[in-house]
């Protein structure tokens, strides 16, 4: 199997990513923490509003754009081990662990990333 590259540019700084996302995950989770009469008391008080139409309309799009993160992610872990196996790695001969001595230890994914550049 072969695979081209794919043009994913992911311009998010942390900051601006969660101050986008998180506001309507945590809404969610507040939704969700309501039984149906506890959360339709909440949607009596917040339709009148009209606040609700934009913020659904921002989970749906934050909804998406995680959908979208976890295709991508599910295609990079595929690839790598796709890759990994070529390289003679298995499940019975996996590559060497961040955790043994003399190793290079655990890296976070902007380090791995300066790595390979």
């Avoid at 309507?24 to 009209?50: V, Y």
Wanted: hydrophobic share 40%; aromatic share 8%.
């Amino acid at each position: 199997m072969t695979f081209e590259p794919l043009d994913l540019p992911f311009k998010w700084s942390n900051e601006d990513w969660a101050q986008k996302h998180l506001p309507w995950i945590r809404l969610a989770t507040a939704f969700l923490q309501e039984d149906h009469s506890g959360m339709q008391e909440k949607f009596a008080q917040l339709a009148p509003k009209g606040v609700l139409p934009g913020a659904l309309d921002e989970m749906c799009a934050t909804k998406q754009h995680l959908l979208d993160c976890a295709q991508i992610l599910d295609i990079a872990v595929t690839r790598s081990f796709l890759v990994l196996e070529r390289l003679g790695y298995s499940p019975e001969n996996p590559p060497p662990d961040g955790g043994e001595e003399g190793s290079a230890g655990f890296h976070s994914p902007g380090e791995l990333g300066e790595m390979i550049e």
